[in-house]
């Protein structure tokens, strides 16, 4: 059973315009989320984290937002560009509890940016 | 260099052969994963090393799949009496240590069973 969701394999955005990627999760004992972008022939790419103590991390055109009481969480990119295309992934955690430390990932969503 | 390195980058094997990828994760990093991503699917997650510990096998599909980790430091991930459906990109990400779960992945290998 699937612990990590991406329910749209695919997302088409006009170029400037903002890019909503989703995410939603079972366990809640993930503490620990992150966002992977994959270009085709390479391997992901870590593009940005957050803590469940928080509810939004922002790193330039990238905000991350995490909503434990729904188990949701969202990538915005604004303003989408032409190079953002590409597959991004979510990802999870227990990072200080439990015994797994490895990473489970969503199946991805495709992102097209269209100039 | 400074990333997670993966050799071969393309291995075509024929069914029923064994097959041994190499990967050799940033210097320094004590947690290694291995995961693969079949055609138009996601990561999967087969095997993780952190430290000395003992590894997380949860993830590998079949004991036809096998890893080790020699020195803390390069992993190979073996796969005998290879099948069909073993065809697929693995990947391999080194990380800190446990506790920082944002990982580094090398480019993978592109493994074709024919």
């Known amino acids: 059973d699937q612990q990590v969701k991406q329910n749209s394999p695919s997302l088409s955005v006009q170029e400037g315009r903002i890019s909503i990627l989703n995410c939603d999760y079972t366990?809640?004992?993930?503490?620990?989320f992150l966002w992977y972008k994959k270009y085709p022939a390479e391997g992901p790419t870590f593009l940005i984290s957050?803590?469940?103590?928080?509810d939004k991390n922002e790193d330039g055109r990238f905000t991350v937002f995490l909503n434990k009481s729904a188990k949701h969480l969202s990538l915005h990119i604004v303003p989408s560009q032409p190079g953002d295309s590409a597959v991004y992934f979510c990802a999870a955690s227990m990072n200080y509890g439990g015994s797994q430390g490895n990473l489970i990932f969503g199946k991805g969503t495709k992102l097209s940016v269209k100039p | 260099g400074a990333g997670v390195s993966q050799s071969p980058s393309n291995k075509v094997t024929e069914k029923g052969k064994d097959v041994e990828l190499r990967c050799d994760p940033i210097?320094?990093?004590?947690?290694l994963y291995w995961y693969r991503q079949s055609l138009g699917q996601g990561l999967e997650f087969l095997i993780y090393f952190q430290g000395n510990s003992a590894p997380d096998k949860s993830g590998l599909p079949s004991d036809r799949f096998s890893a080790e980790r020699t020195g803390g430091s390069v992993s190979t991930l073996t796969i005998q009496r290879t099948q069909q459906e073993d065809s697929a990109v693995y990947l391999c990400a080194s990380s800190l240590s446990r506790l920082n779960a944002e990982a580094f992945f090398g480019q993978g290998t592109r493994l074709t069973v024919v």
């Open positions: 210097s320094g990093h004590t947690a």
């Open positions: 957050i803590s469940s103590i928080k």
């Open positions: 366990n809640s004992m993930f503490d620990y």
